[in-house]
């Protein structure tokens, strides 16, 4: 999508200006500037059983391409709502938007670049799968896992197919039946957000965000990492730790994870930081970094770490996880702040 040539003010012919330290097209008469910016769009990953719907597109700029039902989103609705209607308008069917599978940005579309929200969805009622019906926009068909056609659509719809698919064969898709009878669930609107509830026996599921936690050791000015020897992260370096078992203290896991990665007894002295995570691959929850010193044990790696080393600030290597990088980042700002003495 070109750039404007009038102000859409006073419709006086813009120039261009250096401003916010990158050039800008500004106003010279009323000053209004125009900020480019990534347009909204939505889209929802309808499933049942082991199948997503898709459209084969009859427009261009992806006629012939299939494609998740999605749209731009309106300026007075919010991206789920936006993907409810765009499946409705598509495909006749009526859906039940549960969480979101991702944002993806993409700069493919002629139209502009943007970011995709991707929803997971279901079909309400379930029945009302095989009541689908063509639009304007194209022709909505369910594919398999195994089956998905070749020329999908970009605009980051593809992105988020090939997300759910890795999802999906690590078996980490939403509940899809009810543990207490083995009935198929449904998705209905419970406590704020969609939840999966056995129609059968009543039962509501719960996904329950993971903890893990860790005790971050200093020495010197110097910061103990350990580096990963299997994925997600293989080669690279992190703040040991690990996750916290249901019957757990999250101190007592955080001294037990450092034990068992590093070789090191430790003390916990307080605390450093929560910092959450989320992704399909790694799932959701909160990482809870503990403030220690050591107290006993021969620093020797084990477990998932294949070296174990001490970092001066300026030393620090490429880092496994986000929620590493940002429990690195604090510490080397009260480092070199001397905001707080480091155990």
């Not at 009859?58 to 789920?80: K, N």
């Not at 979101?100 to 279901?122: I, M």
């Not at 129609?199 to 971050?216: I, N, Y």
């Not at 990492?225 to 101190?251: F, I």
């Amino acid at each position: 999508m070109s750039d404007p040539t009038f102000c859409q003010q006073c419709a006086s012919t813009l120039e261009r200006r250096r401003l916010d330290d990158r050039g800008r097209l500004v106003c010279p008469q009323c000053g209004w500037v125009y900020y480019p910016q990534r347009k909204t769009c939505a889209a929802a990953l309808v499933l049942h059983e082991d199948q997503v719907l898709l459209v084969r597109r009859t427009r261009p700029p992806y006629a012939g391409a299939w494609g998740l039902p999605a749209g731009f989103v309106e300026v007075d609705e919010t991206p789920d709502k936006a993907a409810r209607r765009e499946t409705l308008e598509e495909t006749g069917l009526t859906v039940v938007i549960g969480p979101l599978l991702g944002v993806y940005p993409f700069d493919d579309d002629p139209r502009g670049p943007g970011l995709l929200h991707t929803y997971l969805a279901r079909p309400t009622p379930p029945s009302s799968v095989l009541r689908l019906s063509s639009s304007e926009e194209g022709e909505p068909r369910w594919f398999r896992l195994a089956e998905l056609p070749a020329d999908l659509v970009g605009a980051g719809q593809a992105d988020a197919l090939r997300d759910w698919g890795a999802r999906a064969s690590q078996g980490n898709l939403e509940v899809r039946y009810c543990t207490r009878c083995g009935g198929p669930v449904e998705m209905p609107l419970l406590f704020g957000r969609p939840r999966p509830q056995c129609p059968a026996c009543g039962l509501v599921q719960f996904r329950e965000p993971k903890t893990a936690t860790g005790v971050l050791i200093s020495e010197g000015g110097r910061l103990l990492l350990a580096k990963r020897g299997m994925d997600p992260g293989r080669g690279l370096w992190y703040v040991p730790s690990g996750y916290v078992d249901w019957d757990e203290r999250v101190d007592e896991a955080a001294v037990r994870e450092m034990r068992e990665e590093t070789g090191l007894e430790v003390e916990v002295t307080g605390l450093f930081g929560v910092f959450p995570f989320g992704s399909p691959r790694a799932g959701y929850g909160s990482f809870i970094l503990f403030r220690g010193h050591v107290v006993g044990g021969e620093l020797h790696p084990d477990d998932d770490a294949v070296e174990v080393a001490f970092f001066a600030p300026h030393e620090i290597p490429d880092l496994a996880f986000d929620t590493s990088r940002e429990a690195v980042a604090q510490w080397i700002r009260e480092t070199e702040s001397g905001s707080h003495e480091v155990s």
